[in-house]
């Protein structure tokens, strides 16, 4: 478990006031809200590691788990990257800019960045899925002369779905390899049509030893961007997913997202392969 260092108060149920100071829209239905914490004090002290997640919170409404997508300095914003899809970020899409709510947070673990020095990295993301890792990829964009090679492989359902578009062209000239697939093309595309793990399976060869890979998306899509990866001759410590489960204290406390020995909200959303792969196919509680 990777555990963050940060001086905010130990108390998860504190909430924090938070002002939407921008909405930018994305693909259908879904959209990056920047959240600035009201008070200062907190403001200065509040850090969220790449991988972990925030409960935002609507009052009347109710709570969702949210990943941080990355952190404006100019606007002191932390990022959240969110598919409208119930109550509450259906509430949170019809807020907009200047909109009020709260966080409690951080929460979880972090991707693993410091082991990921000195190693190739390799990056696999399905749809909206691209969130969670966006603030790892920037990472070890801004750290390159101390990482091997950097890949991306994203996959989404057409292009008209795929996340951050403009950014990946920025990453590319930044020296991220990023290969796309979709799974449905519209006219136009001349791009890979296909699964996301085809792209790891024909990946030029893999330094197996010396890289790390770390996915997020769909709990299949994850499966079987392992399986081949192991296949490939890399070893499951490796590997690392970020999970996904219902998810209602966010502490460990009610259980909701427990799966096997863990609770995702506080052993995870980020875990090793090996620790969680004989659970993976285990649906919500
Ligand atoms: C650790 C963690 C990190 C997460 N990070 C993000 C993130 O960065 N961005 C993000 O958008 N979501 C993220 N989620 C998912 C988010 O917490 C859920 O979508 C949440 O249920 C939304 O709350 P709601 O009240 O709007 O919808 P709910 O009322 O909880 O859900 C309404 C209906 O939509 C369905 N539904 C829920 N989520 C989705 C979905 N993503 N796509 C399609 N249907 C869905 C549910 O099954 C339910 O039937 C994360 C979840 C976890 C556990």
Redesign the pocket.
């Known amino acids: 478990m990777t555990h963050c260092a940060t001086d905010m108060p130990a108390n998860p149920w504190t909430t924090y006031a938070v002002e939407i100071v921008d909405v930018e829209p994305e693909i259908l239905g879904?959209a990056t809200y920047s959240l600035r914490l009201t008070d200062p004090s907190v403001r200065s002290r509040y850090r969220c590691e790449p991988g972990r997640?925030n409960m935002l919170y609507l009052p009347g409404?109710?709570?969702?788990?949210?990943?941080?997508?990355g952190y404006t300095p100019e606007w002191e914003c932390w990022l959240?990257?969110?598919?409208?899809?119930?109550?509450?970020?259906?509430?949170?899409a019809a807020l907009g800019a200047g909109g009020k709510l709260a966080l409690r947070g951080p929460?979880?673990t972090a991707w693993p960045l410091q082991r990921m020095l000195g190693r190739d990295v390799v990056f696999v993301a399905g749809g909206?899925g691209l969130?969670?890792l966006r603030p790892a990829i920037e990472w070890a964009i801004a750290q390159r002369a101390k990482l091997g090679r950097l890949t991306l492989l994203l996959g989404a359902r057409s292009p008209k779905t795929i996340l951050y578009a403009r950014q990946l062209e920025q990453w590319r000239s930044r020296g991220l390899h990023i290969e796309v697939t979709v799974d449905r093309s519209d006219p136009g595309w001349l791009g890979r049509i296909g699964v996301v793990t085809l792209l790891v399976d024909r990946l030029r060869p893999l330094d197996t030893g010396n890289t790390t890979l770390l996915t997020c998306g769909p709990d299949v899509m994850m499966r079987y961007t392992a399986r081949s990866a192991l296949e490939r001759g890399m070893a499951a410590e490796n590997i690392w997913v970020?999970?996904?489960?219902?998810?209602q204290c966010a502490v460990g406390f009610c259980g909701h997202?427990q799966l096997g020995p863990a609770f995702?909200?506080k052993d995870?959303?980020v875990l090793r392969y090996d620790r969680m792969a004989p659970f993976f196919a285990a649906e919500d509680l």
Do not use: D
């Open positions: 879904v997640f409404v109710g709570e969702a788990a949210i990943s941080v997508s959240h990257t969110v598919r409208t899809a119930g109550a509450v970020t259906q509430s949170l929460f979880g909206i969130a969670p970020s999970l996904e489960r219902n998810m997202c995702i909200c995870g959303p």
